[in-house]
């Protein structure tokens, strides 16, 4: 199972046309013609838009009329767009993880997480490489670089 | 010869320990950043732009300037030692690189390389240090009209000279207007493109954007891939280095030829791949072994490394000199210096002396840094990319994820960070340029403030842009870069009709 090449190239125009549009619907209230002598707010956004639209028509027919033959093979295979989606949505997991238990505490379950799931490590190797990796970017950023990262409760439990 | 001064006194600025030191320290990162597949000149740079806003403007440019001289190096490592390229700009090095490494000849491949790297820098720092403060001179009569017309050129050239669908390169190129249209209008102090909601308020910092796409998409598209790192190893010793740098004078003319082209692509932004691509091109035409090509010719790789980093240096020229940069990296150094709070543009010459001759030195520097470093580092950064990627995916990630963070420091920005990441993943697939859109973010709003200022001078007539021989070229030579494609294939059809009829 899987989508073809040129179904998707056809797809993301299709998007990029509503994107175009979309710019063009938002900026029309600005004034898209000039005011006295200079062009308003909405008159470079519009045309932006204008041009993002028919740009994007152009691109879904060529995607249409594209018969080489990549052009019809997968555009990508199941088996591989899985492994995108294995770093993707723990990825999406781990900024979700900084809002709670700030970026040290996300990021040392980010990597352990990874190492144990995606590479089979053993636990104490994924904990040990994890611990020992964010111990350094600690170091670095809050004594070297001076650089805040949000922090969550285990930081404040130390007084940070 | 009245260059020579201000180049001296270039290197007294940057002749402290303290900036040494940078310069080590951004070479040593760039070639991490270089050998790392999913970090790159553009986002290796902009990940580390955060953490250099309290620096000197002059220490902070020479430590990121040497990340990208590092990168560049840095991209050869992989492309040799393990048939991947860590740069773009490195692919054409795979086709005689790796048939060498494959012959246990890795070390004189990558010493070819790396000098190759090392003369094609040299000739584009050398370019910039008589011809930028020139151009920079020349550009001080620019005004409104005539700076709009040359950003007109930049965006022209990047969709007539460019290598994908000219359709994919406009799209692109507006999508990143639109980008950098989003928050305050300067002008009007109205809200635009924010559909109501406050988080766009601020608009979306370029430095977001080229971490997502050129990082977080890079690593999507390389667990794509499936790589697997089985490499050769470098037996890169002192003997090696002295033979091969004895045989490189017999490819004097390839040098010239693959440094010419590189310093033209750079100066006109054609970019480093472009110009890779170009030299191996030409070095195969008119070499005499051309048959032995793509099985393993040193010729094969100083060629199109050397007009890598020609051009990839020389990018530097229009940035400094007219505030307009030739390619992604330089992109984000041009926004790095309004950060900074310096004005991009021909008044750097004479209001930023140090730091636009720290900057220059620096290059000559930085380069010879760079070389010994590679020369004598590479099996360490070899084992690098012996690391598993499981361990070192959620690290790129979480230093992209740093990055985006401290840049305003919002999460929101992360969130930014990660769906630019699923753009640039379909975009690298779908055959998307990536660098026109980061261009078009950083340069957007100053390209309609130019517009919009000669607009209210000349009381909004166009022919304004017509009104003197000086923008009125300018204008014409973008409006032929922007049809070049068409052009040229018109003349070859006139030129042989039989020709044009065959093909439809």
């Known amino acids: ?160 | 010869m009245d260059n020579i001064l201000p180049l001296l006194h270039g290197f007294s600025v940057v002749l402290t320990s303290y900036n040494v030191a940078l310069m080590f320290l951004g070479i040593l990162l760039g070639i991490v950043v270089g050998v790392l597949p999913g970090l790159g000149g553009p986002n290796g740079v902009a990940i580390l732009l955060p953490l250099t806003f309290t620096m000197e403007p002059t220490s902070a440019i020479v430590m990121l300037s040497c990340i990208y001289w590092g990168a560049l190096f840095g991209g050869a490592i992989t492309s040799i030692l393990f048939n991947i390229p860590g740069e773009p700009s490195s692919v054409a090095t795979t086709f005689d690189g790796y048939p060498l490494a494959q012959q246990g000849r890795a070390g004189e491949a990558l010493t070819a390389s790396f000098s190759g790297s090392f003369l094609g820098a040299l000739v584009g720092v050398l370019l910039i240090t008589f011809l930028a403060p020139l151009v920079a001179k020349f550009a001080l009569r620019f005004g409104p009209p005539e700076f709009f017309a040359v950003y007109l050129l930049t965006f022209c050239s990047f969709i007539g000279m460019g290598q994908e669908s000219p359709m994919k390169s406009i799209v692109s190129m507006m999508l990143g207007f639109a980008l950098a249209v989003i928050g305050m209008d300067t002008m009007s102090g109205q809200m635009r493109l924010t559909f109501g909601w406050t988080g766009l308020m601020q608009g979306v910092d370029f430095l977001i954007a080229v971490i997502g796409l050129f990082g977080i998409g890079e690593i999507l598209v390389t667990i794509e891939e499936g790589l697997a790192f089985k490499g050769k190893s470098a037996n890169l010793n002192p003997k090696v280095v002295f033979q091969t740098w004895a045989r490189l004078p017999k490819y004097w003319a390839t040098l010239i030829r693959s440094s010419l082209i590189g310093c033209w692509m750079g100066v006109t932004p054609g970019g480093a791949t472009a110009a890779s691509f170009m030299g191996y091109g030409i070095a195969q035409k008119f070499s005499s072994r051309r048959d032995r090509f793509g099985t393993g010719e040193i010729e094969g790789v100083v060629a199109p490394e050397t007009a890598a980093h020609a051009s990839g240096t020389s990018a530097l020229l229009p940035m400094l000199a007219l505030g307009i940069p030739g390619s992604a990296t330089a992109a984000v150094l041009l926004g790095g210096l309004m950060i900074w709070g310096l004005e991009p543009g021909p008044l750097l010459f004479v209001e930023h002396k140090d730091f636009v001759w720290g900057l220059i030195a620096s290059m000559y520097l930085g380069n010879i840094v760079g070389l010994i470093i590679v020369l004598s580092t590479v099996p360490l950064f070899a084992a690098i990319l012996r690391v598993p990627f499981p361990i070192i995916a959620p690290i790129i990630i979480i230093l992209c994820a740093i990055g985006a963070y401290s840049v305003h420091n919002s999460v929101m920005d992360v969130w930014f960070m990660l769906g630019f990441g699923a753009v640039g993943y379909l975009f690298k697939k779908l055959g998307f340029p990536l660098a026109p859109l980061v261009l078009a973010l950083v340069l957007g709003d100053k390209a309609e403030d130019a517009f919009r200022q000669t607009m209210l001078a000349s009381k909004g007539d166009l022919s304004i842009f017509w009104s003197n021989g000086l923008v009125g070229t300018i204008t014409v030579l973008a409006i032929v870069l922007l049809f070049w494609p068409a052009i040229v294939s018109l003349c070859r059809r006139m030129r042989s009709p039989k020709l044009g009829q065959a093909v439809p």
């Open chain 1, 1 to 160: 199972m899987g989508v073809l090449y040129r179904t998707v190239d056809f797809l993301v125009a299709v998007l990029i046309f509503f994107v175009g549009l979309a710019v063009m619907i938002e900026s029309y209230d600005l004034g898209i013609g000039w005011i006295k002598d200079s062009p308003g707010s909405g008159y470079f956004p519009f045309r932006i838009g204008a041009i993002i639209s028919l740009a994007s028509i152009g691109i879904a027919v060529q995607a249409l009329l594209n018969n080489a033959s990549e052009a019809r093979t997968l555009f990508v295979e199941w088996s591989r767009f899985k492994l995108v989606l294995a770093v993707f949505i723990p990825t999406a997991a781990y900024i979700l993880g900084i809002v709670f238990l700030g970026i040290y505490v996300s990021s040392a379950v980010f990597i352990a997480g990874f190492m144990r799931l995606a590479g089979k490590f053993k636990w104490l190797m994924s904990i040990a490489v994890s611990g020992g990796t964010v111990a350094i970017l600690f170091w670095l950023f809050e004594f070297e670089f001076l650089v805040p990262l949000p922090k969550g409760p285990l930081e404040a439990l130390f007084g940070y």
